[in-house]
């Protein structure tokens, strides 16, 4: 409206300039005819004046009104035939069909993508182009759109569309639609981009990804595999060891001890009542550490019998065996997790072991207490010590009760030095704060 | 006189116990006892007893450790290897660091003084199965300088499992000159104890295996 509106006034206003142009120049072709020329009469001066006026008019005219519009027509032709090479060499389907569904413009791009020639599908429905399912729902949708107020259409936003081919193969499509009315007609275009390629590219990236998530999987279950065989291992390498250093020498003892008793038997009864003591001795000492062994053994130990009660028995294990002298500070058992309880009890274990290993220690006391925030465990001797600094990393089980306090969110100071024993002191929370992500951080 | 001992060995009950069955025994006495690897050391550079019982598996300084370094100061003092574990890498290990003997802690009692007294007399004793892996498992050494023919003599009785004694009466010489070869030998093969010269025999075929003489 409002352009049909300007271009009134645009021509009206040229008409007032040309008219007032003309009124102009014959006004000063009358002028200079009245002053240089004698009366020629009537007829002869109407004919010098026209054509005057038509000399000076026409160049006017052809200047400012057939130039324009030469140029525009010129343009516009060019437009078109710009257009229709887009129209004919973009790759994507652009077809238009009337509001009876029947294509009357289909460019190359569709021929491409469908497999049918222009004059193939000339005239026939659009349907054509469309899996059998998607007919019905196509219609209602075109119907729907024809009445609508938006001019334009995206079938893709949320259904997948589907093309099929003149061979009947189906592709995966993204299409939109736009209207117009042309001489009131209504009309439809439709821009269609074939996304085989793009959803092939999507699928190889998901069926990736899975894969990819997959292996991952495997491996880490394979990982934790490894290492509870190989926690396994270092428990069962931790109870041969433990063995060695108990049974089989106390057994070992009991052999002495009775060898040496039945040599004396007749001769001096004092050495063998000394042989015999020993003997018994031993067998004390022995079944002290077969049930700490077996506390080890058994799982559940812990759960029924309490840390309390565990760290007991393995300081006496350890004095049995070690001939150490033992000091013993302890609560009243800890309300905490099992998983709490048993990091405690591994930690002190290792430590006393370490002790026993290294130290050269006459004495080792454990200390467990808890307050209201938190259980400390402290293992000390009056060993050799070292120096905390030097020592290589994984030496001593010293990452490995590092990691056990830091799995529940507690930690570990070793306080050492050469020629001044050992301190191992463990805190953990009592209410632990850490989520499960943090406990797979730290196994990690 | 009496052969004396040296006892190493971590565990308490078990030094204790030694001590006590080898008190019983008037030929023995045990002059010192050694918590680890390092004391063994340094009591055997002080007491310069004739024969260490060396248990293998010891905190501080392992027991082979041990047993090498006593070899190489102390030649005239014999160590015999005592251990919980029969495995053959220990008594490989032990026999390669100059061990004479090697023991299990076993019910065994009268073999431990059968071993101390045979080490004392520097007879080598080695169990036919043991000997037979030992031959395969301990280096033989690589470029021995040539022995003279009384040596190889001394050597193939050392071999046999005769003490210092016997090889004397056998070649009608001293006990101390049979020494004097011992030494020699193990010098000449580059080996740290007769057992590791005895093994060198029975491989260069100067002795069969498994045939000691009781």
Known sequence: MTRSRSSLVSALRLLAIIMLAAFAAEALIMLTLRAVMP????????????????????????????????????????????????????????????????????????????????????????????????????HQRLRDFARAPETAWRMDERSEVFGRRKDGSEFPAEASVSKFTLSGHLIFTVILHDITTRKQAEETLRRTHEELEQRVQERTLTVREQAQHLAALEERQRLARELHDSLSQALYGIALGTHTAREFLDADRGKVVEALDYVL????????????????????????????????????????RYDLETGMELCDEPDVPLEAKEAVYRI??????????????????????????????????DGVGFDPQTLRPGHLGLSSMRERAARLGGHLEIHSAPGSGTRVRAEFPLRRPASPEALESATA | ??????????????????????????????????????????????????????????????????????????????????????????????????????????????????????????????????????????????????????????????????????IARTLIIGEQTVKTHVAHILGKLGVSSRTQAALYAVRIGLASPGSPDP
């Open chain 1, 39 to 138: 009366p020629l009469g009537i007829w002869l001066e109407a004919l010098v004046d026209s054509a005057l006026l038509v000399a000076i008019l026409l160049p006017a005219l052809y200047v400012f009104m057939v130039r324009p519009l030469e140029l525009q027509i010129t343009f516009r032709r060019s437009t078109e035939e710009r257009l229709a090479s887009l129209f004919e060499t973009v790759m994507d389907a652009i077809i238009a069909m009337g509001e009876d569904g029947r294509i009357f413009l289909f460019n190359q791009g569709a021929q491409k993508i469908f497999g049918y020639s222009a004059q193939e599908v000339s005239g026939r429905p659009f349907t054509l182009l469309m899996p059998s399912r998607s007919v019905e729902a196509h």
């Open chain 1, 281 to 320: 001795a031993l067998a004390d000492a022995g079944l002290t550490e077969m049930r700490a062994l077996i506390f080890d053994l058994r799982p559940e130990s812990l759960e029924l019998e309490g840390l309390v009660k565990a760290l007991t028995k393995q300081v006496g294990a350890a004095r049995a």
């Open chain 1, 348 to 381: 002190a274990q290792e430590a006393l072991n370490n002790t026993v290993k290294h130290a050269s220690a006459r004495r080792v006391s454990l200390r467990l207490c808890h307050g209201d925030e938190s259980v400390v465990l402290e293992v000390s001797d």
């Open chain 2, 1 to 166: 006189m009496p052969i004396r001992v040296l006892i190493a060995d971590d565990h308490s009950v078990v030094r204790q116990g030694l001590r006590m069955f080898l008190a019983a025994d008037a030929e023995i006495e045990v002059v010192g006892e050694a918590r680890d690897g390092a004391e063994a050391l340094r009591l055997t550079r002080q007491l310069q007893p004739d024969v260490v019982l060396m248990d293998l598996l010891m905190p501080v300084m392992d027991g082979m450790t041990a047993t090498a370094t006593i070899r190489r100061e102390l030649p005239d003092t014999e160590v015999v290897a005592l251990t919980s574990m029969l495995e053959d890498k220990s008594v490989v290990e032990a026999i390669r660091s100059g061990a004479v003997g090697y023991l299990l802690k076993d019910t065994e009692a009268h073999e431990l003084r059968r071993a101390i007294r045979a080490a004392a007399a520097g007879q080598v004793q080695l169990s036919p199965q043991v000997t037979a892996r030992l031959v395969r498992e301990v280096a033989a050494p690589e470029q021995p300088q040539p022995l003279t023919e009384r040596e190889t003599s001394v050597l193939g009785l050392l071999a046999q499992g005769q003490s210092n004694r016997d």
